[in-house]
């Protein structure tokens, strides 16, 4: 007959904190907890006695002094007689548009080289795999400062564009031409491109001193409209489908959805593209000494963003190739068993299995490029590091308050990306009952 | 009526596949033109390797070793293949390759450096090769051979020289006798580096060491009576007693009666790939470790040794390297004692492994997960306490399956040496680059520099990614 033997019920004796499991935990965690708060007050005091001996204290009123100095690249109006505070949000918004344009541009190299690494073809096979290689295998640094090196050392000056009377007499082209069907000038200046205007602009609301464009907010709110509107139409081919087992015809109906409210509000703005370019004569001769119009990108942009997207591209390759790998071969066969062409195969049996797999690096690479931003620092590009971490560090002295605002900023700005991350993981990934 | 009935008495000799199906037709067939879309990608591909070595080959092909300056490389460039090639002038590499390896480290030390990096080997041997005796043998004797070969590569006086090459000889003599006894060397690997490549009296290094060997008795002793845990404590509380209060005074007695000593190196000597190397192993080797410790940590059952777990990985997850390094050099001043100073090296090794060990724990969390959870059940039911259980059972199979996510953590740290240049420090890629082009001879140099360090980089990461995939092939222990 089996005993079940309740522990004793003995006096409670100290020695119990630690050989008793019931208690042991306890005691651990109360010693562990008064050795940190020991550890954050011998801190604390330490931080007390230094700021005394340097006779500095803490605070952040600095934030609201005039900053003093210029920023190159600026998404909202700036001046050096605005406040350090406005300079860390110009900062800051700089960091997130290198790092969305970055995550953006590695994700398409990834995925395109990805499905190119297994692809059948032996030689791209190869060319790969030696991308991925020597990019991944030598530090970010270097691919950063050697492409902040092309740009500014390798590029032609924006006189070599120009057409002068020789030429137009002549005939003959200058030195260097455009690129991307004469829209975008690489020189050293800067790399030129078209600029997105409109004629009939709407107007602008200032929102805590930021200038919004109503424009570009209907254009947002128009698109969102339409991507509502398609998904009610799948949706509902989608139930016809269901009922009756033939899916209507809906491509023109998609397409005319998405497209055609955008298009004619753009129309009706008078939309259009301002191409940089040198202004010419009534014979075709280039006058001036820089290109007009468009936008004007850096080079620490430029170098930021190409270095960070092929880099980074690498390791969204290697996982794209790791999600396609990891589905089995049954999945193919049964899908061509069950009749399915290979392009439904692909889209509906093995992409949307590969894609759990490939979420959640993806998501690390996000948050690694959205830190590695900070390399940028390498050459100047002022990024939240650069301004609050950098200028406005060394010109008011406040290390402490500088730092810390700048890793809790980092630290939100990571939480938020993987919060957002992993709401998407969750739509997608296996739902296990 | 003729006999038209025949029966064939012997095979034919099989005849030979259509010229289509077999040899390089066949595989070109198979692999390069299977398809018009194959067709087109082998055709892109083929001009983008064209352009590539069109591009590059004549560079390297042309490249100068002997010329002293860029100038000089340019005109013997002009003179020898007419106007406008292209080459690589490599003499930057060729005159100041010292500085890329070793900063600006004394040059009639740098048998203090090699020896140190072939130590660092032979104390890895009994780590990958516990008390086998042949490798072991291979290791330490492959270590020593590159070591002289170097030392007399970079002009070592014959005395140092002779030195090395004694101790090289000793510690293969040992792994010969008693392999296993080469993990002292290991033990003892850490002190000896730092007086090796610092310098200063020994009695230093010694005297941190002999404070983890007080906390390693004490804990021996005491963690039959007392149990794992309290016993740690116990051992960790006397050797900071040791460090904090006795040390200083005993090393400096030490120091005054018997002055053993070799001339100290002062920081800003260190620089180049000595600096990389020197960062990326203490940091490699103190976050893995931490790393096991924050792993274990975070799937603890104790809700507040898992939240501060949690709290500090997730903190330093979040953070870029680069504002770790800057409270290295700006921000741990303040929270520390004040008139505390020491080296910007150090602080910067103290940081790159705390920022390290989150990511490791990570990893190694992701190989505890993977196990079932019935490893740990049926350790219980065998009675093993927590650390026996996580010794015996559930590290040796966690670490198994973390190894490709450590070593290429491991790569990452390495490549982010490169990050403190800036902070000022002396890096291969940056500091070391811009000190040489500041040289009047070498302003021009803008490729040679990248090309050599990234080549230097490639070799260490891609030979490190290789192992790690041998060593997941040879640890694989399922049959599929």
């Known amino acids: 007959m089996a005993m079940i033997s309740e522990a004793p019920k003995g006096d409670f004796r100290l020695s119990m904190l630690i050989y008793d499991t019931r208690y042991r935990s306890v005691t651990i965690q109360v010693i562990v907890l008064g050795l940190f708060i020991l550890f954050v007050g011998w801190l604390l005091l330490n931080l007390q006695a230094n700021l005394a001996a340097k006779d500095k204290d803490i605070s952040f009123t600095f934030l609201w002094n005039r900053a003093g100095y210029d920023i190159g690249q600026q998404l909202i109006p700036y001046s050096s007689d605005d406040t350090h505070g406005r300079a860390l949000f110009v900062g800051l918004l700089n960091t997130l548009v290198v790092a969305f344009f970055a995550c953006i541009a590695a994700t398409v190299i990834g995925v395109i080289a990805g499905v190119l690494r297994l692809s059948k073809n032996w030689l791209v096979g190869r060319l790969m795999t030696i991308y991925v290689e020597i990019f991944r295998n030598i530090p970010l640094l270097l691919w950063i400062i050697l492409a902040f090196t092309v740009f500014s050392q390798a590029m032609p000056e924006a006189k070599d564009f120009k057409y002068t009377a020789e030429m137009v007499q002549q005939g003959i082209d200058p030195a260097h031409q455009k690129a991307i069907f004469g829209t975008t000038a690489f020189t050293n200046r800067g790399t030129f491109i078209p600029a997105p205007v409109v004629e009939r602009p709407l107007g602008t609301i200032t929102l805590l001193n930021v200038p919004i464009s109503l424009t570009a907010l209907a254009a947002i709110a128009i698109l969102a409209a339409s991507f509502w509107g398609n998904r009610r139409l799948l949706a509902r081919a989608k139930a016809v489908q269901e009922e009756t087992g033939l899916r209507p015809t809906i491509w023109w109906k998609s397409l005319l959805i998405l497209l055609g409210p955008i298009v004619l509000f753009l129309l009706a703005s008078g939309f259009h593209l301002d191409i940089p370019a040198f202004p010419t004569d009534e014979n075709g001769v280039s006058k001036g000494f820089n290109f007009q119009g468009g936008i004007n990108i850096g080079h620490s942009f430029m170098a930021l963003f190409i270095a960070l997207s092929i880099y980074h591209g690498t390791y969204v390759t290697e996982a794209v190739r790791a999600g396609i790998l990891a589905i089995s071969r049954g999945q193919t066969e049964a899908a061509f068993a069950l009749g399915l062409r290979p392009n439904r195969t692909m889209s509906l049996i093995i992409l949307p299995q590969a894609l759990r797999v490939i979420i959640p690096p993806l998501i690390s690479q996000y948050l690694n490029i959205t830190k590695n931003t900070t390399l940028g620092m390498a050459i100047s590009y002022l990024d939240l590091k650069g301004t609050l971490g950098g200028i406005t560090l060394n010109q008011t002295g406040r290390e402490l308050e500088c730092m810390l605002l700048m890793m809790l900023i980092y630290l939100i700005l990571s939480l938020t990306i993987s919060l957002g991350m992993n709401i998407f993981n969750n739509s997608v990934k296996l739902k296990e009952r | ?480």
Not at chain 2, 23 to 43: C, D, M, Q, Y
Not at chain 2, 65 to 81: A, F, K
Not at chain 2, 257 to 286: N, T
């Open chain 2, 1 to 480: 009526m003729p006999d038209t009935s025949f029966v064939r008495r012997e095979m034919l000799a099989p005849q030979k596949p259509p010229a289509g199906q077999s040899g390089a037709v066949k595989w070109l067939r198979e692999n390069l033109f299977s398809s018009p879309f194959n067709t087109i990608l082998t055709i892109v591909g083929l001009w983008a390797v064209y352009s590539l070595v069109s591009g590059a080959a004549p560079w390297l092909l042309n490249g100068m070793w002997s010329p002293s300056s860029v100038d000089e490389c340019r005109e013997v460039l002009t003179n020898t293949l007419g106007e406008g090639a292209t080459g690589a002038c490599w003499g930057v590499v060729r005159t100041r390759w010292h500085q890329f390896m070793f900063g600006f480290y004394d040059q009639s030390a740098y048998w203090r450096p090699l020896l140190a990096f072939a130590l660092l080997f032979v104390s890895l041997a009994p780590v990958l090769y516990f008390g086998l005796r042949s490798p072991s043998l291979m290791m330490v004797g492959g270590a020593g051979a590159l070591l002289v070969l170097a030392l007399w590569g970079v002009g070592t006086d014959s005395w140092h020289l002779a030195l090395a090459f004694g101790v090289m000889v000793a510690l293969a003599a040992l792994a010969w006798v008693a392999p296993k006894r080469l993990l002292w060397v290991t033990l003892a690997f850490p002190a000896t580096a730092y007086y090796l490549l610092w310098g200063g009296p020994v009695w230093g290094p010694i005297g941190v060491m002999v404070g983890f060997g007080v906390a390693y008795f004490v804990w021996h002793a005491a963690q039959v009576k007392i149990g794992v845990t309290p016993a740690a404590a116990l051992g960790i509380a006397l050797a900071l007693v040791w460090w904090l209060m006795l040390q200083g005074k005993v090393t400096a007695v030490l120091a005054m009666a018997v002055p053993i000593e070799l001339p100290a190196q002062s920081p800003d000597k260190f620089g180049g790939f000595l600096l990389s190397f020197i960062i990326g192993v203490s940091a490699i080797s103190a976050s893995l470790p931490l790393g096991i410790l924050l792993a274990l940590g975070r799937r603890s059952d104790m809700l507040l040794i898992k939240t501060l777990s949690v709290g500090f990985i997730e903190f330093v997850r979040g953070v870029p390297l680069i504002t770790m390094l800057f409270t290295a050099s700006l921000l741990l001043q303040y929270f520390l004692p004040p008139q505390t100073n020491f080296d910007l090296i150090l602080r910067v090794i103290i940081l790159v492994s705390l920022f390290a060990s989150a990511y490791i724990a990570e990893v190694i969390r992701g190989g505890m997960a993977s196990l079932p959870r019935g490893q740990q059940e049926a350790a219980d039911a065998l009675g093993l306490d927590y650390w026996q259980a996580q010794r015996l059972i559930i590290m040796p199979q966690a670490l198994k399956v973390s190894i490709p996510g450590i070593v290429s953590s491991f790569i990452s740290l390495f490549k982010d040496t490169t990050l403190v240049a800036l902070v000022g420090l002396a890096d291969p890629l940056v500091g070391i680059t811009r000190i040489v082009r500041s040289d009047i001879y070498w302003k021009a140099a803008y490729w040679e520099p990248f090309v050599f360090v990234g080549a230097i980089f490639f070799i260490f990461c891609f030979s490190m990614s290789r192992y790690s995939m041998y060593l997941e092939n040879k640890l694989k222990t399922d049959h599929r």
